[in-house]
């Protein structure tokens, strides 16, 4: 990702927040498999659980997340576990990780909500705004369903994810719970899926919300998404005059 200093944003503790916000992130991985069918580049939209014991603090978090064990980004993480001869243990893999989340709104600017420029110079072109952050670390797999070590990670992450789910997004005043659902289901369940836990070791991120702009041309960006009347335009509109006094 290009961290142009006038949209990055360098605060770890607001990457965090925009992480647990934003809990659908990407995994990305280039891991080879002796299957030609499989590519080498793999990448897995996941809702993650973020493990942070410090929110306030530069410390890098945890992610935890699972996947179907019939996706062949989980076929590439089965294949290098059996590799390694250590049958019913957690597996590391050596190589680096990728898992980027997304904003969700995003937008095409037209150059027509540069109020300043177009009209004096016309040197305007149209842009994208987003915001995105990308989180770098060591991916650790629980792939054996009968080890008591995978067991016991999907049962807290799932649990974990249901209840962050339900109280933060559908906020709702009496959640649905894992034992709402039959044990021996669940069971079932859980029988094919498979678990990652990712260490980051780097985190970063942007908001591309037009901070290149003058205060003029901003103004008309924000006064333009907001006369779309929509939700994904009020919130641009919003960050961007946000983005442009902390910038």
């Known amino acids: 990702m290009y961290l142009r200093a006038v949209h990055a944003e360098p605060s770890i503790p607001a990457l965090k927040a925009f ?15 002796s299957d030609p069918s499989i590519h080498y580049l793999q990448t ?7 493990d942070d014991t410090s929110p306030s603090e530069d410390t890098l978090p945890t992610l935890r997340g699972h996947i179907a064990r019939q996706n ?13 001869a250590s049958p019913g243990k957690p597996f590391t893999l050596q190589q680096e990780v990728m898992v980027l989340f997304n904003a969700p709104h995003h937008s095409y600017v037209t ?5 300043k420029t177009k009209p004096e110079t016309g040197k305007v072109v149209p842009t994208w705004n987003y ?6 670390g060591t991916a650790t797999v629980y792939v054996d369903s009968k080890a008591s070590s995978t067991i016991t990670f999907l049962d807290k992450q799932i649990r974990d994810l249901s209840k962050k789910a339900e109280e933060e997004i559908m906020q709702h005043e009496r959640p649905w719970e894992v034992d709402d659902a039959p044990a021996k289901y669940v069971e079932l369940l859980r029988k094919n899926i498979i678990g990652i836990e990712i260490k980051v070791t780097s985190l970063g991120g942007k908001y591309k919300m037009s901070q290149e702009m003058g205060v003029e041309d901003r103004e008309g960006v924000a006064q333009g998404f907001e006369g779309m009347k929509t939700e994904a335009g009020d919130w641009i509109a919003q960050t961007v005059r946000e983005r442009g006094q902390s910038k």
């Open 131 to 136: 915001a995105a952050a990308q989180a770098y």
């Open 19 to 33: 992480l647990a916000a934003n809990p659908l992130g990407l995994l990305t991985t280039g891991i080879p498999s």
């Open 111 to 115: 150059p027509k909500f540069y109020t």
């Open 72 to 84: 062949p980004h989980a076929k590439v993480f089965i294949e290098h576990a059996a590799a390694a």
């Open 44 to 50: 897995t939209h996941i809702p993650w659980v973020l």
